[in-house]
């Protein structure tokens, strides 16, 4: 984390066009980092204190902190537990004496306390399922192309099968009809949007489907 402290005491506040060099500068730099912790800390430090943005510096260093761990296959880091004082306290110490030492503390902490809970959820949720791994988008096209379509609910089987000859595997067609008709079945007003279905085309089927 040396590096993300020297980077630090050569920036000042600058012009515009000096802001952009500096800003074009730090998302360079990273790639000459080989550990991915000390990149994402260095993230982390750098943009919150350059400001390249009007808005949500802070915000936007905290999500791409998590690019160098996510391309390692690294658990996410989040500040859901960090209490406020103490990350204002920290960045402040960035902002005005240019000591990193506090805000690394609070990296570390983050992480351990972010890395314990995600193998929780993890843990909780199992293994991916390797075939809604394989087909992620394709319930989604033919859900919407049915609702779009406003396809009754005696027709529903025929044509999901139709549109799976073109598309789905034939071992996995059987499959991929019940998934899509479960989640068919579990159409509301809470979820139709994931599907990129717009509001009048999710009324209009509502219609269609209610009363036939």
């Not at 020297?6 to 060099?21: G, K, T, Y």
Request: proline share 6%.
């Amino acid at each position: 984390m040396l590096l993300a402290s020297n980077v630090l005491s050569s920036i000042r506040w600058m012009a515009p066009q000096l802001i952009e060099e500096n800003f074009n500068q730090i998302l360079v730099t990273p790639s000459k980092i080989s550990d991915p912790f000390e990149q994402a800390f260095f993230v982390m430090v750098q943009l919150p204190y350059l400001q390249p943005f009007d808005d949500v510096n802070k915000r936007v260093s905290r999500l791409a902190a998590n690019i160098p761990l996510i391309k390692r296959n690294l658990a996410p880091l989040s500040f859901v537990d960090v209490p406020r004082r103490i990350y204002t306290e920290a960045i402040l110490g960035v902002y005005e004496l240019k000591k990193i030492d506090l805000l690394k503390d609070v990296f570390i902490w983050a992480y351990e306390r972010s890395a314990a809970r995600y193998a929780a959820v993890r843990q909780a949720l199992g293994e991916p399922d390797p075939f809604r791994l394989r087909y992620r988008e394709q319930p989604r096209e033919v859900i919407a192309e049915l609702v779009r379509s406003r396809v009754v609910r005696k027709d529903v089987t025929t044509r999901i099968a139709a549109w799976s000859k073109k598309e789905i595997d034939l071992r996995d067609r059987v499959q991929f009809t019940e998934i899509v008709e479960a989640e068919l079945l579990g159409l509301h007003e809470g979820n139709f949007a994931r599907y990129r279905i717009r509001p009048s085309e999710f009324a209009a089927w509502q219609q269609v489907w209610a009363a036939r």
